[in-house]
């Protein structure tokens, strides 16, 4: 396809409640919550890295876009023509104002409308499109069930940048699910589909559905969680990430834990249930010894940083550091990747970068394997 003018939405407040803890973004009183805590919205700035790749193509190219912090406002920073179509009626804007800017945008010409946000969002674009026209989801959700993301900012740049140089790309159809925030934060995991939405794909770019499956049996996971526990060390602080498995090396200790947060682990005993990063980093500031992060990846999508647990800031990350990074996974939800590696979407370019290659993963009790880890670059 020849890509002219390009649609942009932005859903400036997506994915501010994940570093607050609270697990989704849903509704102005929980933005409220997450700015009170200090949280930094991150669309935007997701949104200009992901613009940095068409930099070559300023030119020629036209963003169609709302305006404000709904797309006007990074498109001019990134150097680009805009033609602002509309505005939100409501700050914070809503849902309803994401749907009217991609249907002004669709009637206004554009090509192909990519837009920021998580599963709300990609919900949006369904109700305003439906499944024959072109969408590109760049992340900046809590947690991404659908299919219609890039696995990182860069990637969607990437997928852009090959439709404007005239590259040969798929558009197919992927389904778009969302959870029920709600039930989210009662710690129960419950997601519905809600259409499709006609993506342009290329390689390993482009994330596949969350697998909402139950990952393994109950044996593979408790070697897993004996394995992490036998190695459990005195004096030093963890910070273990959300998930089944992460969640069994807590009860393994007897420990109470959250399944969809983050809590905090010193000497065998639980120090804070379900935190926020600001009070990961404020904890790791005041702990005087060593600091270790227990976390698994999202099975079907391979995502171990940057869906479902943005408490884990670049500052945590950085504090902690690589080498005191303890992954696990059992082998079927390796095996499930397709050789796709395990994926680092921070929000850091430098950091996503650095931290890069192969890294352990424990699957079993005695048992590991050696995988890659990538920031979505090939």
Not at 48 to 59: K, P, Q, S
Not at 90 to 112: K, M, N, Q, V
Not at 150 to 163: D, F, N, T, W, Y
Request: proline content about 4%; glycine content about 12%; overall charge negative.
């Amino acid at each position: 396809m020849e890509l002219k003018k390009l649609g942009l939405v932005i859903n400036p407040w997506a994915g501010i409640g994940g570093p607050a803890g609270l697990k989704g973004s849903d509704g102005a009183e929980t933005v409220r919550k997450a700015l009170e805590a200090g949280v930094e919205p991150r669309a935007q700035q997701r949104a200009a890295t992901a613009l940095e790749a068409l930099h070559e193509f300023r030119d020629q190219v036209e963003i169609l876009c709302f305006a404000g912090n709904m797309g006007e406002d990074t498109a001019r920073a990134a150097g680009f023509s805009v033609d602002v179509i509309g505005a939100a009626a409501a700050d914070p804007s809503t849902p309803e104002d994401s749907e009217r800017a991609a249907r002004e945008i669709r009637s206004a010409g554009a090509d192909l409308i990519v837009f920021v946000g998580g599963d709300g969002t990609a919900r949006n674009m369904v109700n305003a499109l439906g499944a024959d026209f072109p969408v590109l989801g760049i992340p900046a959700g809590v947690k991404m069930h659908s299919a219609c993301f890039a696995i990182s900012p860069r990637a969607a740049g990437e997928v852009l940048r090959r439709l404007l140089a005239a590259e040969l790309v798929d558009l197919r159809e992927h389904e778009v699910r969302d959870i029920d925030e709600k039930s989210f934060r009662e710690g129960r995991v419950s997601t519905r589909y809600y259409g499709e939405l006609l993506v342009p794909e290329e390689g390993h770019f482009v994330q596949a559905v969350k697998n909402a499956g139950r990952e393994v049996e109950e044996l593979a996971v408790a070697d897993i969680a004996a394995e992490v526990v036998e190695d459990i060390e005195p004096e030093t602080l963890y910070v273990v990430g959300p998930g089944s498995t992460t969640l069994a090396v807590l009860n393994e200790l007897g420990c109470e834990g959250t399944l969809l947060g983050v809590d905090l682990l010193l000497d065998g005993k639980l120090l804070a249930k379900d935190v926020s990063a600001r009070e990961i980093e404020a904890e790791l500031a005041d702990h005087q010894g060593p600091a270790k992060i227990i976390l698994t990846a999202i099975g079907g999508q391979g995502h171990l940083i940057g869906r479902g647990n943005q408490q884990f800031s670049p500052a945590v990350l950085r504090a902690v550091g690589r080498d005191n990074l303890i992954v696990v996974a059992t082998k079927t939800k390796v095996t499930e990747l397709g050789g796709r590696p395990l994926l680092v979407d921070s929000g850091d370019a430098e950091l996503d970068r650095d931290w890069s290659g192969f890294i352990p993963v424990i699957t079993g009790y005695r048992d590991a394997i050696l995988y890659p880890l990538s920031n979505g670059d090939l």
